[in-house]
């Protein structure tokens, strides 16, 4: 692949408007933006997570993986009509996502966000992959998305909270359990 961006400015957004990949232009704020705009802050969001983990860790592995999905998702998203992310993808993702799974108890309660810092940052890729798929809902109801892509962020957001957990148990940590009011 040659040189893509020569010049980072290019001027052209100063109304208001973004290019797509297909040479049509839309407004910033329209609902493809949006999933575009939460799909990319869902991978700064694995991103920060990824610096956060020991070097050579194998969950950064596996999250690598997926920023690559992602950046794959928002291409997907850019170019209307343009199909990159498979179901494989959402296969590879469930066996993972089964075999994180594997060492957990049964859940008996509700978790808050926290345990340690890895998992704290893992909850808020979680939360933002939830949005992303909320907006790639909306998306769809004005113009045809790919329904591979939806079923992989929802599929994305049960996998990192599974991942959330484990983070949350590793060394001695333990995972923040949810008090009802009245226990409080």
């Not at 407004?27 to 956060?52: F, P, V, Y």
């Not at 049964?106 to 940052?121: R, T, V």
Request: hydrophobic share 35%.
């Amino acid at each position: 692949m040659g040189h893509r961006l020569s010049k980072i400015y290019t001027r052209t957004g100063d109304d208001g408007t973004t290019g797509l990949g297909d040479g049509s232009r839309i407004d910033k704020d329209h609902a493809r933006m949006q999933a575009i705009g939460s799909i990319d802050e869902l991978n700064s969001h694995l991103g920060l997570l990824i610096a956060e983990l020991p070097q050579g860790d194998d969950y950064a592995a596996l999250l690598a993986r997926i920023q690559h999905d992602l950046f794959d998702l928002g291409g997907e998203l850019a170019v209307p009509g343009y199909t990159l992310v498979s179901a494989e993808r959402i296969d590879e993702l469930e066996k993972s996502l089964d075999e994180l799974n594997e060492d957990l108890p049964p859940l008996k309660n509700f978790i808050l966000p926290g345990g340690s810092k890895p998992a704290a940052l893992c909850h808020m890729a979680r939360s933002v992959c939830r949005r992303a798929e909320r907006d790639l809902i909306r998306l769809n109801r004005e113009n045809e998305v790919n329904d591979t892509s939806r079923k992989y962020l929802n599929r994305l957001s049960d996998f990192l909270f599974v991942m959330a957990r484990l983070l949350a148990r590793r060394g001695d940590g333990e995972e923040v359990l949810w008090q009802p009011a009245n226990q409080r």
